[in-house]
């Protein structure tokens, strides 16, 4: 029913910056909550940010400061810019969306998109 599909993960140095996208597709009828969450070798997937449909939005104390998150209503997307990068944000960064389909909804999980930040 509904796909979502990041782009934007790679490889960079301490310091540097990377921008995630994450595009919803599919039977949409709306939207609320929209997030990134990541898993680190050999940890549980944590939440990184979230974003609400009105812009109201929640960071993990670890990258306040350093990473924004945004979206885009009318494209359905969901953007995180990460900025000043370190090597404990290594991790596979996912993409989740609470998506009204019908009068149900339901949470929906983007595959992955590896960032690896290097010392």
């Known amino acids: 029913q509904v796909q979502l599909v990041e782009s934007g993960g790679g490889l960079v140095q301490a310091g540097g910056s990377l921008r995630l996208s994450c595009a919803a597709s599919?039977?949409?009828?709306?939207?609320?909550?929209m997030g990134w969450y990541r898993r680190a070798p050999g940890k549980q997937r944590d939440v990184v940010a979230t974003?609400?449909?009105?812009?109201?939005?929640y960071y993990t104390d670890s990258v306040k400061g350093r990473f924004t998150i945004s979206r885009d209503n009318a494209k359905n997307t969901v953007y995180l810019q990460m900025n000043s990068l370190k090597p404990e944000d290594t991790a596979l960064y996912y993409c989740?969306?609470?998506?009204?389909?019908?009068?149900?909804?339901?949470?929906?999980w983007g595959q992955g998109t590896q960032v690896t930040v290097s010392s």
């Open positions: 599919g039977r949409i009828f709306s939207i609320n909550t």
């Open positions: 974003i609400t449909n009105s812009g109201s939005t």
């Open positions: 989740a969306a609470d998506v009204g389909s019908g009068n149900i909804i339901n949470r929906y």
